[in-house]
């Protein structure tokens, strides 16, 4: 599987998503990942655009701008858990989120936008949306299959409200996304 042409893997890549919110549940999260995955290069979310590099004619405030304009208008909205849930092909344990019309309108909304601004990268280029937060991910079949149990035998349902969106950015040849801007809902 390519995931970057030549050209593709010098440049900036961003996305956007909801932020767990500081709570019992995301330290939780980050411990369960620490501990089964080592460090994550981001913290507990919920994708909402995927990773993807600006168009030329595009910058960042271009970016920003456009994205603030498309979540203009949205009130914050419950987001709630609903089970554990597997990825195989991505050996990627997660925490399965309800598909509520609030997030669904937000997700198309904002990729509709940002379409006309960027284009998709690697492995994520025309992938259905099924939010999640991730526990673990990239870890071998028989211990994505054990976390899998493991973490269905303690799952609890958990809610917060999304009262903004994260904007982040990794620069080509970095280990970590940084946050770029904060959307408020």
């Known amino acids: 599987m390519v995931l970057f042409t030549r ?3 010098n440049m900036d890549r961003y996305y956007a998503y909801i932020r767990v919110p500081s709570s019992t549940f995301r330290d939780e999260i980050i411990a369960f990942e620490r501990e089964y995955q080592g460090s994550s290069r981001s913290e507990p979310h919920i994708t909402l655009w995927r990773p993807s590099i600006l168009i030329s004619e595009c910058d ?4 920003i701008a456009t994205l603030s304009e498309a979540v203009n208008g949205y009130g914050p909205f419950l987001v709630s858990t609903k089970r554990v849930g597997y990825f195989n092909g991505k050996q990627n344990v997660h925490y ?3 598909l509520s019309p609030e997030l669904k309108l937000l997700y198309k909304k904002l990729n509709a936008t940002a379409t006309t601004i960027s284009r998709e990268t690697g492995s994520f280029v025309g992938k259905h949306f099924h939010p999640h937060i991730t526990l673990a991910q990239r870890i071998q079949p028989e211990q994505g299959k054990k976390l899998y149990q493991l973490a269905k035998r303690a799952f609890v ?5 999304c009262t903004e969106i994260w904007l982040m950015r990794i620069e080509s040849g970095q280990p970590k996304w940084q946050k770029v801007a ?3 809902l």
């Open 96 to 98: 399965c989120i309800e």
């Open 7 to 9: 050209k593709e893997e």
């Open 60 to 63: 960042e405030s271009k970016l």
């Open 182 to 184: 904060s959307l408020p």
């Open 157 to 161: 349902p958990y809610e917060f409200m």
